[in-house]
């Protein structure tokens, strides 16, 4: 599995630029039309995008959490790698990742119930931006501290 590394390692940060985007741009710009546009308008933009992102996102996130999956046990081979600093600041982020997948998981369950008020709908986007960011950092500085 090790030659398929780099593409793994292709399509992991393909996806994690997907989904960080589609929340960046939940919180920068859609948070940003409240102040700008009538309440009914600002929810239907809303509505029109979370339909949108709806037919894609599970997908995206399933496989940005495959191909991390993959990633870890390529670097890890299992948990043999969890005693050293590289290990912690891995678990770190597994940690981190599976909070985003949790709110995620929290997101869309809410969204099919009817329970994604737009007070829920803009924390919840802030939440998983805020530990997006931390996994961004702990990727790029683990390798270097």
């Not at 308008?41 to 495959?66: H, K, S």
């Not at 005693?83 to 678990?91: D, K």
């Not at 929290?106 to 009817?114: L, Q």
């Amino acid at each position: 599995m090790a030659r398929w590394h780099p593409w793994i390692v292709l399509v992991h940060l393909s996806c994690a630029i997907v989904f960080i985007g589609a929340v960046a741009f939940e919180v920068f710009v859609l948070d940003a039309l409240h102040g700008r546009l009538d309440n009914a308008t600002v929810q239907r933009v809303e509505a029109i995008v979370m339909e949108r992102a709806r037919r894609f996102m599970p997908y995206v996130v399933a496989t940005l959490f495959v191909t991390g999956g993959l990633l870890f046990e390529l670097r890890c081979g299992g948990l043999s790698c969890m005693g050293s600093r590289f290990g912690v600041w891995l678990g770190l982020k597994v940690l981190l990742a599976l909070g985003v997948l949790a709110v995620f998981i929290g997101a869309v369950r809410a969204g099919r119930h009817g329970g994604m008020d737009p007070c829920r709908f803009r924390h919840t986007h802030r939440i998983v931006l805020v530990l997006m960011a931390a996994i961004v950092l702990l990727a790029k500085t683990m390798f270097v501290l």
